[in-house]
Each structure stands twice: as C-alpha cells, then as structure tokens.
C-alpha cells in the first residue's frame, strides 16, 4: 500500500485535529480562548507530523512511503478482526496520551465486550489484553468462569443491590465496580465482600454530568458525600476515583469531562489526597482521545474493537 504525503499533509493533520478536539465545539462551550491556540495546536502538529516518519517531509514534493501491506495482511489474518482492532486502539490511546504530554501506561483500556461472545473475548486475550469490561450481572457470571483467571474484570453498568452477591460470587476475579451511585449500593458491596473474605474491592463513584435523567450515577454537587462515605465507612471497598459516562451525540462531552475533572478537585481535597490518587473514569468509542487530551486514566472500549453491539431480536 502507497501513502502519499507532501503539501496535503498539513491539510490533512489540521483536519485531524478539528476533528478530534471539535473546535468549534469547544468554542461555542466557551473552552477555546486565543492563548490555546499556541499551547495546543502547535505541539499537536508536531506531535502528528512526526507520526509521519520516516517519510522525510518536503514542503514541495510528495513523497511516497512504502508499507508491507502483506506483513500486515497477515496479521490479520491470524489474530483476528477484533485483536487488530485492539492494537489500533492502543496505538490512538498511545498516541493521544504523548500528544497531551502523558505516557500511556498512565492509561488503563477496558475492553467492553457487552453481547459479545466468549470466543471473541479470547481473541482479544490471546493478543495479550487482560482488562474486559462487562455491563450486566448475568453476562459476567456467565462469562468468566469460561476464561482464563487472569483477566481483570471491571463491572461498568448499572448494579442493582439484589445482584450483588451474584456479581461477588460468580466472578472471583472481579477486580473493579465503576458504577457506585449510591450509598445502598455502596454498603451492599462492602457487606458481602467483607463476608466472603476477600480482599478490599476496588471502585469507581459515577457520577451523572450531563444531567440526563436516562443515565445513572450521582449529581457533581453530591460525590464528595458519596466517595467520602465509600472511603471512609466501607473498610472493605477501596475508593479509586470517579467515572460518568458522556452525552450520546458528544455536542456537550467536553464541558462533562471538564465537571468530572472538577469533582475529582473536590473529592481530592474532602479527602486530602492527591489528585493522582484518583482516577478518571471517562470515554469511550466516539470520544476517548479527546478523554484522554483531558486526564482520562481509565477509557471503556467496546465497539471500536468487538464491532456493533448484536442485541437478540424481540419477537413480536
């Protein structure tokens, strides 16, 4: 395969960039001001041109880069669809994290294999990933016990208190709730997992910044109440930070990642911890390079690397 690159290569970086940071976005939410231009545009162009090696780069004349489209044909061919697609979110993630100043390992991915199945699940595992998310009980119970051990699973979707035990039973290797809304749900978790003896549950509190009442999760004005009572009256939780989900059409994601990045400021200094200390749960297929450009430590992946979900027909 033939990549051509010259003078259309600074119209197409440009257009990259409008399209992953939605300039205009957010300008209109009023988070663009003239001084961002220098400080982001800039380092991102040359962030991206140098993605460009080793083409040598000429402001005249195209040059033509040479790829060993058989190599990666064959790949493909062997790993699969979905553990291509990993390797291409990874690389996004990497090269979103270096253009944010960040190193990825600073990033956690979470593949979210929701309706997917158990044989595409080890695709994923076999190209070396280890973290799978899933949104419902019934779906991690199920799958788990038919995969390797070693996977660390994260529950991401709404949990009600009767499914707890479920949850806690059925995947011993659970090793993250992002989903903690409120302090019933909180007190559930904290009781059953000191009961079965293991150790201290890592959890993420949600919290809802877009204020869409189809969406789970905590006001910002109350999370500080919430992660201090998880913090400091569950002994068997641990308090990791905060995780919401974004709006649907992405027209208001900036300005809800920007109120998460608040709510860590407050819950950090309620608690008196440092900011690193607590994680940022937010992004994901459409949105989580532009997560990661604001301090996202934890992006839950599902479509881009398993495909459309496949939701089974109901009958009429």
């Known amino acids: 395969m033939k990549i051509l690159l010259g003078k259309s290569s600074i119209n197409i970086v440009v257009s990259i960039f409008y399209k992953r940071l939605r300039f205009h976005r957010r300008q209109a939410l009023g ?19 140098n993605n460009l090696e080793p083409a040598k780069r000429d402001n005249d004349k195209e040059v033509v880069v040479e790829k060993d489209e058989s190599n990666m044909a064959t790949s493909a061919a062997m790993d699969g669809v979905a553990a291509a697609a990993l390797r291409s979110v990874l690389h996004r993630v990497n090269q ?31 190209a070396g990933h280890r973290c799978f998310g899933e949104n419902y009980v019934q779906e991690i119970v199920e799958k788990a016990p038919q995969l390797p051990e070693d996977i660390e699973w994260h529950f991401i979707g709404n949990l009600q208190s009767n ?4 949850l806690l039973t059925g995947v011993p290797n659970l090793a ?7 302090e019933k749900i909180a007190n559930q978790l904290n009781r059953f997992v000191g009961s079965m003896g293991r150790k201290p549950l890592k959890v993420l509190v949600q919290v809802n910044t877009s204020g869409e009442e189809s969406k789970s999760g905590v006001e910002p004005s109350e999370c500080v109440e919430l992660a201090k009572h998880v913090s400091l009256g569950c002994p068997n939780l641990e308090f990791c930070g905060l995780m919401t989900i974004g709006m649907l059409d992405y027209t208001s994601t900036p300005e809800n990642f920007k109120t998460l990045a608040n709510c860590r400021s407050e819950v950090c200094k309620a608690l008196g911890i440092a900011e690193e200390q607590c994680e940022l749960s937010m992004g994901m297929s459409g949105d989580f390079e532009l997560a990661i450009e604001m301090g996202s430590t934890n992006v839950r992946i599902g479509s881009t690397i398993f495909g459309p979900r496949e939701y089974p027909k109901k009958q009429s």
Do not use: H
């Open 176 to 182: 993250m709730v992002e989903s903690v809304d409120d």
């Open 31 to 49: 988070l663009w001001n003239p001084t961002e231009l220098e400080r982001t545009v800039f380092p991102f162009l040359r962030c991206q041109m």
């Open 163 to 166: 499914k707890v035990k479920m």
């Open 96 to 126: 979103a994290a270096e253009c944010s100043g960040r190193g990825s390992q600073t990033i956690r991915v979470v593949a979210v294999s929701k309706t997917k199945p158990v044989s595409l699940i080890s695709q994923v595992y076999d």
